[in-house]
């Protein structure tokens, strides 16, 4: 293989040749960040695997962690012969799934960067719910990765119609797939987003089958991706997450599962996961509706109507408060502001 072609086998193109350029003039490399394990790093070049450490130009110039490098970043990284790698410069991302570390305000998690698909894993079984998916879905179109809803567990569901009608009600965009990892059935069509060129990460609740998929996949039985725990009773959970290059090109970034799904920014994100309220808005008499009690609410005629469940717009709700909440500098003003501009919005022309 070509270090062009190795490169595109990993999903390399113009605007990382671009973000590598001023590095490579100094004559570092690209490399892709495989393993984040507390301060130390693992990297693929073209020559293989190496343990890498970040540079302190780079540390020094993060504002904030989500600057550090993190699973599926490509890398501007001096490489030796021997000996650790050194890692220069995070390239722009494509995309980043970023959450909210759970209890802290201010705490951003990147889970996996430069991701093509987002596969978001839910099982047919106890694990199924829309509230839970409506977050991922919200999460991955923030991310700038595009999800694909995977419904696992196929041969324990007696009723698929019914779980599908529902999932895609609230899907959007985002493709629905059933598949069983176990028999196999469905799989053919996630052949799709993984492979040559495309990093492909799976994300969803502990138990709910990604590692299974993922080796399914990877078309070898026995591969387990990441480092798994037998957990006491015989399961084995993934507790690391690393991203694993396919034979024929492509990387899959399998994921420990995710107890709790929080939302660190999501704008953008909400409002694509949520198209169907954002649609109704447009209707709606001014423009900064909050779709509260606004006269001339189009989402607030809707669930009058019928048109818009109400559980879903209640979600749509908590998620906005979630992220306010957050967002919010001080407690206080700011929401007092927000109330006073309610209702004086520019009227729609
Ligand atoms: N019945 C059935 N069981 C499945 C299927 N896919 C996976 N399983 C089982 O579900 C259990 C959990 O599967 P894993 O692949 O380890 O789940 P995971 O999502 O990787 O879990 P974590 O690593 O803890 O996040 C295993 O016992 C699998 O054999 C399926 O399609 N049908
Ligand atoms: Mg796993
Ligand atoms: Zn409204």
Redesign the pocket.
């Known amino acids: 293989m070509t270090e062009a072609d190795w490169r595109a086998s990993l999903g390399w193109g113009p605007d990382f040749e671009a973000g590598l350029a001023p590095y490579a003039e100094k004559g570092l490399e690209p490399a892709r960040v495989i393993l984040v394990y507390r301060k130390q790093l693992k990297v693929l070049s073209r020559r293989g695997e190496h343990w890498a450490r970040t540079g302190g130009r780079l540390l020094h110039k993060a504002e904030s962690v989500e600057d550090f490098p993190a699973v599926g970043d490509w890398v501007a990284a001096r490489v030796p012969d021997a000996g650790e790698a050194l890692v220069q410069a995070v390239l722009p991302r494509r995309s980043a799934v970023v959450r909210k570390v759970a209890g802290h305000q201010h705490a951003p998690q990147v889970i996996a960067t430069n991701i093509d698909f987002l596969l978001l894993?839910m099982g047919l079984d106890m694990d199924f719910n829309l509230r839970r998916l409506e977050r991922y879905l919200t999460l991955s179109w923030e991310s700038r990765a595009r999800p694909v809803v995977v419904l696992?567990?196929?041969?324990?569901c007696d009723d698929l119609p019914f779980f599908l009608d529902e999932t895609k009600a609230i899907a959007g965009e985002a493709p629905v797939h059933v598949?069983?990892?176990?028999?196999g059935s469905g799989l053919d069509a996630l052949s799709a987003y993984v492979g040559f060129g495309k990093t492909t990460a799976f994300l969803?609740?502990?138990?709910?089958?990604?590692?299974?998929?993922v080796n399914r996949l990877v078309g070898d039985g026995d591969r387990l991706t990441g480092e798994?725990k037998d957990d006491g009773k015989g399961?084995?959970?993934?507790t690391t997450r690393e991203l694993v290059v396919l034979p024929g090109g492509g990387a899959l970034v399998?994921?420990?599962?995710l107890r709790e799904v929080q939302l660190w920014e999501a704008d953008e994100g909400l409002s694509r996961a949520f198209d169907d309220i954002e649609a109704l808005g447009a209707s709606c008499r001014f423009n900064d509706c909050r779709h509260l009690e606004e006269p001339g609410c189009a989402v607030q005629a809707a669930l009058a109507e019928g048109t818009l469940a109400d559980d879903r717009y209640d979600a749509w709700q908590t998620l906005q408060r979630e992220l306010e909440s957050r967002l919010k500098p001080q407690r206080g003003a700011p929401e007092t502001k927000r109330r006073e501009r309610v209702g004086h919005g520019k009227r729609r022309s």
Do not use: E, F
């Open positions: 894993v696992n567990k196929a041969d324990v598949v069983s990892a176990l028999d969803g609740s502990s138990g709910v089958g990604k590692t299974t998929l798994l399961k084995h959970t993934t399998d994921n420990p599962g």
